[in-house]
């Protein structure tokens, strides 16, 4: 992280970082790149989104009115396109990191677009809108999912029109996809995935998590592992 932020900004570029409020895992996270940043070199900011404002010239400042230039939010992009500010953002010249794009890759409604392009690739579920009239390819047990959502929250499993299982949360307004189930693996009562990280073009990490249900959420256990040469 260190590395990248030194090929990303120069020496000495200021660096606002921001979460919401009332969000401690958030803000733990956000100090935590507020050091990486420092030790690249860079002068770190922090200020709550619900703080920043912004003015006539679509320039975007902190609680000091400190404009800022170079941006890292952990706020997810749907919501920051909802807010009053949101067509603004295009017009502005400050730089966000994460970029724009990683919105496609946050948006489940690219599941069906890119079968539809790629129909029967091996690195792909059959995946479709809800209100697709044609799902030929899914069977009667697939995985309901909303076109946002984080963490499991929303997601249910299917077996044809019954709900096998599913959390809760706050995610569906937007609709939903349809994706064919695919099993994860599972180690005497407990259901396993890997979460991986990739920092710049490099792998970075992984993480593994397991429940005891089939459907990873926030609260799911995070399993130490050490893997060696």
Not at 116 to 121: A, D, E, I, V, Y
């Amino acid at each position: 992280l260190i590395s990248r932020l030194s090929q990303i900004l120069e020496a000495g570029d200021h660096l606002h970082l921001s979460c919401v409020k009332d969000a401690i895992e958030d803000r733990a996270t956000v100090r935590y790149l507020q050091d990486c940043a420092r030790q690249a070199g860079l002068q770190d900011h922090f200020v709550f989104i619900e703080d920043i404002g912004v003015d006539e010239a679509f320039q975007f400042a902190d609680q000091e009115e400190y404009v800022i230039e170079n941006l890292f939010k952990l706020y997810p992009y749907e919501d920051m396109f909802r807010e009053s500010y949101g067509p603004i953002l295009p017009k502005t010249n400050m730089r966000l990191i994460e970029p724009p794009w990683k919105a496609i890759l946050s948006n489940k409604a690219m599941l069906p677009m890119l079968w539809g392009m790629f129909k029967g690739h091996p690195n792909l579920l059959p995946s479709y809108f809800e209100q697709d009239e044609d799902k030929s390819d899914l069977t009667d047990r697939y995985v309901r999912k909303p076109i946002f959502s984080r963490e499991g929250a929303n997601i249910s499993i299917m077996e044809g029109a019954q709900v096998a299982e599913e959390a809760q949360g706050p995610y569906g307004v937007e609709g939903f996809v349809l994706q064919a189930y695919c099993p994860v693996p599972q180690y005497g009562e407990d259901f396993t995935v890997i979460g991986s990280w990739v920092i710049g073009d490099e792998p970075a990490g992984i993480g593994i998590r397991e429940d005891s249900s089939k459907i990873t959420k926030d609260l799911s256990r995070f399993v130490p592992h050490y893997i060696c040469d």
